[in-house]
């Protein structure tokens, strides 16, 4: 584990704009990724340093062109904001036997590799609902102080539990496709629900006008029509990018003073879960010590259920 006075050197390295700020960045993501202890300890240090002006979470469904799309919105970013700097977390789905992951999202945004102003992180959803950690805040947070205006957080796609992406993004883009069944399908996982926009892609599909109906009359069924815009975008040809960071800019502009109120409440939740997790992990260690002869007491009527809670936390004090 990392020590405080590390985490400080790493950061300052970082603000210094020295040549090694992005090698320091990288070990200040890694150490974030590794636990919540550590990623607190960094969040802490950078508490005074400034956030990516925009956080967007893109989800979806897995086949919905989500990677390639980002790696299009990389390009377009570059194109309209030349000076700028974006960065782009891409989370991949872990292995459930070593725990790592493929990342191939870095895989398909190569192209980018060696462009100053674009800084890619590919992590592990290491099991998490949606993929998305508390980590991922510390990483956000890092990608701040190497100048990132916008951050892109692409989840892993797996249909209805990608609703974490919710608790770190400013905003977030759900995308879809044709092809993919109808629409009733995403209105009963509940995803339209968590969406402030709606990108479809693939709209040089023939049946693409059709799905487009489909999500809109939806759209008005949950009373949303009118908020939540619906883009059509073909990440294959390339087409209605330049229109989707106009309708990101249309929310910055009205809603960013809540977003700020909304980057407090969301870390205090993730920290939250994370003091739950971490309580978790070593409850389970006291458990796997003394498990069956507490289950066994139990279940004989020897011991009562909420003694059984009350002595487990007296170990864990």
Request: one cysteine or more; charged letters at 25%.
């Amino acid at each position: 584990m990392a020590c405080s006075n590390d985490v400080s050197t790493l950061a300052e390295e970082i603000r210094l704009r020295k040549k090694t700020r992005f090698r320091s960045a990288g070990r200040l993501m890694s150490l974030a990724e590794e636990s919540p202890e550590q990623t607190i300890e960094i969040l802490r240090e950078l508490s005074g340093d400034p956030l990516p002006r925009i956080i967007l979470g893109i989800t979806g469904a897995p086949g919905s062109g989500k990677s390639l799309l980002a790696g299009r919105m990389i390009a377009a970013f570059r194109e309209c904001y030349p000076d700028k700097v974006i960065g782009v977390i891409a989370v991949d789905p872990s292995s459930s036997i070593s725990g790592g992951a493929i990342l191939g999202d870095r895989i398909r945004m190569m192209q980018h590799a060696s462009d100053p102003n674009v800084f890619i992180r590919s992590i592990a959803s290491r099991g998490q609902t949606g993929g998305v950690t508390l980590g991922t805040m510390g990483i956000i947070s890092v990608m701040g102080v190497l100048g990132c205006d916008m951050v892109i957080v692409e989840t892993v796609g797996v249909g209805q539990m990608e609703f974490a992406v919710k608790e770190v993004a400013d905003m977030v883009a759900i995308v879809m496709a044709p092809g993919q069944g109808d629409t009733m399908q995403f209105l009963k996982a509940g995803m339209m629900e968590i969406g402030d926009m709606f990108i479809i892609n693939k709209a040089d599909r023939s049946d693409f006008s059709q799905f487009f109906a489909q999500l809109k009359n939806a759209l008005s069924l949950l009373g949303r029509s009118a908020k939540n815009p619906v883009l059509a975008v073909s990440a294959r040809d390339n087409t209605g990018l330049s229109e989707l960071f106009f309708v990101v800019e249309k929310f910055f502009a009205r809603d960013h003073l809540l977003w700020e109120i909304s980057r407090k409440e969301r870390l205090e939740l993730l920290i939250q879960r994370a003091i739950f997790s971490e309580f978790q992990k070593r409850l389970k260690n006291v458990l796997e010590e003394k498990e069956q002869d507490l289950l066994k007491n139990i279940l004989e009527g020897g011991t009562s259920l909420s003694f059984a809670v009350e002595s487990l936390i007296e170990k864990l004090k």
